[in-house]
């Protein structure tokens, strides 16, 4: 394995870049089923980076997570960095504030952890190969990096927003409590943006897609592949002659009579979809079973029932009044602690017991614990859905059942129990199917064809080096303003602000971003006596021009040429009522432009499902209320921004910019430093409260003024200390 480190040191072999931004994520230990963010999602990416990266031409795996510093978790979330082996690494990055949140509440803050995650990459200073997004909060910032980094992406959906609001809806919850909770609608975005803009969607199975990505607007069965997840054999595997009982033997063994009987095991969450009382009530209603087994309930961790969460409490009190009811007292063992390492052990008590491995969830897409109990030796009966079936269609290692039928349950596990000669053909058969159809070997090896495929598919747009000369490269800071009601629109705010400029030009690049077109541009500052500026970022981002004499930046035409299909999109566009194009002299090669009708405009999203509907793809920005552009979808002022900070090595975060309207948010949200003007469009009120936008109280330039000195940019050139961490999202 040195060999493969050394290749990373030297920059040699892949470079893959696994994002899973929310939940616990460590190298050993993890905290499953500790909330609901600690499922099967943490084990799945750090199996994956390990998988990865053991594969011969993998030189180095970064899994992003986030840094969490909190007492209430342990220590090891705060560690920046953690060892996989093989060159596989957890990379911790910060991501609002350092407490532990939810994932739900991570929303706002996802812009910062991209611009930490651009940060990382360059200090490795390697390309990757790959951005790799876990669930929709990845699948966001994952969509971000490639647009800025020109590099192919994956995005794995885990679960999805829509099938939870209507599983949720079917339940009765109300629109608005759902929304409240779970953010949903921010989350479903974040999705149908990741799978508008992923090469490919990994699923874990057939079904996943079928059912589930189907309901999505973006839903391209093309761009799919089904590459079922590894289960670590070398964990789960069977029972070695003579290896004595487990430490959490003893844990369980205390509730039972007759502790040796074959063991009827579930393992989940404390969740009512988990379906624990419906195996209960199949145990309860068989005498046979009641008489031979013994059922073993592990359904996560607790220290008290009345301090879990509603849900779990609910689950738990219904499953001891069922336990008391049927009195099955020294027959039903439901520990309450165990740790990770306990449950390789428990799979492999079930098998050496001779019992089953049961899964009764109402619905289960995956199923990776049956996968795991196979691995382990024990048969299993599961809940007839997508997962299950596939799983035993391939291994054939034990029954299917309705997960609303006990005695159906109940006779299935009977007819495992009760016959020897079935029983062992079930391990057996499990044994060796998970070893052809479940490895992370062969998982690894299908990942790293699709990856090389993609790195031909994706035209590589990499960036010549410019030779680095001038101010751009001289400097270690820079403030980039709008032009249009925050540079001009008041004489002697630009007069005061001219002045500071001239005065500190040697230390502070100075660019501007708006909406117009160059020529038309460089007429406005001239006309207000304004010098070129260092850099020109015109026509909403997607021109980049530098100096006096306005170099084009030919790097940034390439780079945003990807997906961009103009005629496509101005004649889908074109027909749309509410939409009336701007004149010819504002159509841009990288830029369709529309007025729109305030009062008829049914919103961004509304658009954006059109194009998704027509597979186009663009990014789509609404400002002044009554301007539309659509732009490619690696282009925007924000991302403009971002290209020249890493092209002139500018720290993201001395990055000052300033604007008053719609086609400025992008470039505010995130690591740069933000000044929203006094005098700025109500559309960007929702940024107020983020701790690296400012709100001037002055309007137009002298708003920049005020800015320049509330982050000190000449000198710390940051938040000022006293508000720092006052987060109020
Ligand atoms: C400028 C451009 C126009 C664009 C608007 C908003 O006014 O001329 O084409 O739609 O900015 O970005
Ligand atoms: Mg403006």
């Known amino acids: 394995m040195k060999k493969t480190q050394s290749k990373a040191r030297a920059g040699e072999g892949l470079y893959l870049i696994l994002i899973s931004v929310h939940g616990l994520i460590r190298a050993s230990n993890l905290e499953l089923g500790r909330d609901a963010d600690t499922g099967g999602q943490t084990l799945y990416v750090v199996e994956l980076a390990r998988a990865l990266a053991r594969h011969p031409e993998v030189g180095r795996v970064d899994l992003l997570t986030r840094r969490v510093e909190d007492a209430r978790v342990a220590k090891d979330y705060a560690v920046p960095e953690e060892d996989l082996g093989n060159g596989a690494r957890i990379v911790r990055l910060e991501c609002g504030p350092r407490r532990y949140l939810h994932k739900e509440r991570l929303w706002p803050h996802l812009d910062c952890y991209a611009d930490n995650a651009l940060d990382h990459i360059r200090r490795v200073g390697l390309r990757p190969d790959v951005i790799h997004g876990h669930y929709a909060d990845a699948g966001y910032v994952a969509t971000r990096l490639s647009n800025l980094l020109g590099v192919p992406m994956l995005h794995t959906g885990h679960s999805l927003g829509r099938v939870k609001r209507e599983r949720l809806l079917a339940n009765g919850m109300k629109e608005a409590d759902i929304e409240a909770r779970y953010n949903i609608s921010w989350r479903i975005q974040a999705e149908e943006e990741a799978l508008a803009h992923a090469h490919r969607v990994i699923a874990s199975t057939q079904q996943e897609v079928e059912d589930q990505y189907s309901t999505y607007h973006n839903y391209h069965p093309s761009r799919m592949v089904v590459v079922p997840p590894g289960t670590d054999l070398s964990r789960f595997r069977p029972a070695r002659r003579g290896e004595g009982k487990p430490p959490i033997w003893s844990e369980f063994a205390r509730f039972l009579e007759r502790p040796e009987r074959p063991l009827i095991m579930a393992l989940s969450r404390a969740d009512e979809r988990k379906n624990i009382r419906g195996l209960l009530e199949a145990y309860a209603g068989s005498p046979w079973l009641r008489e031979h087994a013994n059922l073993l309930i592990i359904a996560g961790n607790r220290d008290d029932i009345a301090e879990l969460e509603k849900g779990a409490r609910d689950v738990m009190i219904d499953l001891l009044l069922r336990i008391d009811r049927h009195d099955l007292h020294g027959k039903v063992a439901y520990p309450k602690h165990h740790q990770s390492d306990d449950v390789p052990d428990l799979y492999r008590l079930v098998a050496t017991s001779r019992g089953v491995f049961v899964n009764p969830a109402l619905t289960e897409p995956f199923g990776l614990t049956l996968i795991e109990a196979a ?28 997960p609303l039928d006990p ?40 990942y790293i064809r699709l ?34 009601n925050t540079l001009i629109g008041d004489p002697g705010a630009l007069k005061s602000f001219l002045a500071w400029l001239r005065r500190h030009r040697k230390q502070v690049a100075f660019g501007v971003a708006t909406g117009r077109r160059l020529d038309s541009a460089q007429e406005a500052l001239e006309r207000h006596g304004v010098p070129a500026p260092d850099v020109w970022i015109t026509s909403v981002g997607t021109e980049i021009n530098y100096g006096a004499e306005a170099t084009p930046d030919k790097g940034w035409e390439r780079h945003i040429s990807h997906r961009w299909e103009p005629e496509r999109l101005r004649d889908l566009l074109a027909q749309q009522m509410k939409l009336i194009l701007q004149p010819d002299v504002d159509q841009r090669p990288f830029k369709l432009s529309f007025f729109v009708d305030p009062e008829e405009f049914e ?9 998704y509907q027509a597979d186009l793809h663009a990014r789509v920005i609404h400002s002044h209320g009554m301007f539309l552009d659509v732009l490619p979808v690696r282009a925007s002022k924000g991302l403009a921004v971002r290209y020249i900070a890493d092209k002139w090595a500018i720290p993201l975060q001395q990055v000052l910019v300033a604007g008053d309207s719609g086609n400025d948010e992008d ?10 003007v006094g005098n700025h469009h109500p559309e960007l009120d929702k940024l107020r409260g983020f701790e690296r936008i400012y709100f001037s109280e002055a309007m137009h330039a002298r708003g920049i003024l005020e800015a320049v000195e509330y982050f000190d940019i000449l000198n710390r050139c940051d938040v000022p200390a006293e508000r720092r961490g006052m987060h109020q999202r």
């Open 375 to 402: 691995a382990s030796g024990a048969p299993i009966v599961a809940t007839n859905d997508g997962g299950p079936k596939e799983i035993i269609s391939r291994c054939h290692n034990g029954l299917l059942v309705d």
């Open 407 to 446: 005695p159906g349950i109940a006779r299935a596990i009977e007819t495992i129990l009760g016959d020897r000669a079935q029983w062992r053909r079930y391990a057996e058969q499990g044994l060796k199917g998970v070893r052809e159809h479940y490895s992370w070997e062969g998982h690894a090896a299908q």
């Open 451 to 484: 990856i090389k495929k993609l790195g031909r598919e994706v035209k590589r747009t990499r960036r010549e080096q410019r030779s680095v000369s001038g101010r751009l490269a001289d400097v270690d800071r820079a403030v980039f303003t709008d032009i249009d």
């Open 603 to 611: 919103g961004v999203p509304a658009i954006e499902r059109l194009l």
């Open 667 to 676: 470039m505010l949200r995130g690591r740069l430093l933000g000044v929203v």
